[in-house]
């Protein structure tokens, strides 16, 4: 039998110490990077999108892909890529953890929608607003010292 896999994520990280460095007119060249990675890796993007300090990633990952893998190839080839182009001057690199979440295959339109809206739907929550919201709502203890 072959494999056969429908696993939707959503992957978000941020910047190290939240600094708010990832300027919406070179946002477009980083995703598309990203993008690459994914598609390097089999992975199929959904969508994409993020603000000054933190990003998204709506995703299919591959049966063969781990996601401490994925995200760790993201964070890594990514960082060295706005460093070489100089597209955030003050990036200084990415946080050290990440959150990964599965959502059911019904969901996927509202998720991308969500995705989507970021800069509208951060007028109104921080992003560690956001991430406890997330945490929260699939189940996932944590301790909010190493959420800083």
């Known amino acids: ?3 056969y896999t429908q696993i939707l994520y959503q992957i978000v990280f941020s910047t190290k110490h939240r ?3 990832l300027f919406k007119e070179n946002r477009p060249e980083l995703f598309k990077y990203i993008w690459g990675i ?3 890796k089999k992975c199929h993007l959904y969508r994409m999108n993020g603000v000054e300090d933190h990003i998204h990633i709506v995703t299919h990952i591959h049966p063969t892909v781990a996601p401490a893998a994925l995200v760790k190839d993201i964070k890594l080839a990514s960082s060295d890529y706005i460093k070489e ?6 990036f200084s690199g990415w946080q050290d953890g990440y959150g990964a979440f599965t959502y059911s295959y019904s969901a996927k339109n509202d998720l991308i929608e969500y995705v989507k809206n970021q800069e509208e739907h951060h007028k109104a929550k921080t992003f560690m607003e956001e991430l406890v919201e997330l945490l929260k709502e699939h189940g996932v ?3 909010e010292k190493y959420l800083k």
Do not use: A, I, W
């Open 85 to 90: 182009k100089g597209l955030f001057p003050d």
């Open 38 to 40: 994914l598609k390097n």
């Open 19 to 21: 600094e708010r460095t």
């Open 141 to 143: 203890e944590f301790d």
């Open 1 to 3: 039998m072959s494999t």
